[in-house]
């Protein structure tokens, strides 16, 4: 396997980690059973792995992190983070650690809030998708 195929193959991997997080969080959101945390867990896990995937497809090693902001920084060297993205890292920053630990937690989740952050991941993933489908095209 060249390097493109094992970078297309690693990518491919996170996609599909990123895809089943961001189904998780979908089918929990109208369960009002469901803590809303768990819905903002999987929302950022799903971006989370929707970059790692999209460092990945240029070469780059994916930090060992949690922290959407480092991973963003990772992605777009020097670069100002692109506006739609900057609330989702405000919202889902939390999930990585904090909101997942009852000690931790500042505040409770905000299920409306999560709700509206979740078009941008899936845009998120669905941009990693579409990436490797070009990549393996072209």
């Known amino acids: 396997m060249t390097l ?27 369960n009002l ?4 945390w768990v819905i903002g867990f999987h929302l ?10 999209r460092l990945v497809l240029v070469g ?5 992190v949690h922290d959407l902001r480092a991973l963003l920084q990772a992605r777009e060297p020097a670069a100002d983070p692109p506006p739609e993205v900057v609330p ?8 990585a650690v904090e909101e997942r630990y009852p000690l931790l ?7 409306a809030e999560l709700q509206s952050v979740l078009p941008n991941v899936e845009r998120e ?12 095209e072209g």
């Open 33 to 36: 059973r469901v803590p809303a």
């Open 105 to 111: 937690s500042p505040r409770e989740a905000d299920r």
């Open 88 to 95: 989702v890292v405000e919202v889902l920053q939390p999930f």
């Open 44 to 53: 950022q896990q799903a971006i989370e792995k929707a970059w790692k995937g």
């Open 4 to 30: 493109p195929e094992k970078q297309l193959a690693l990518a491919r991997a996170w996609l599909e980690k990123a895809q089943g997080d961001v189904e998780a969080a979908r089918a929990a959101m109208d």
């Open 125 to 136: 993933v669905d941009e990693l998708r579409d990436a490797i489908r070009d990549r393996s």
């Open 60 to 64: 780059v090693r994916p930090p060992a």
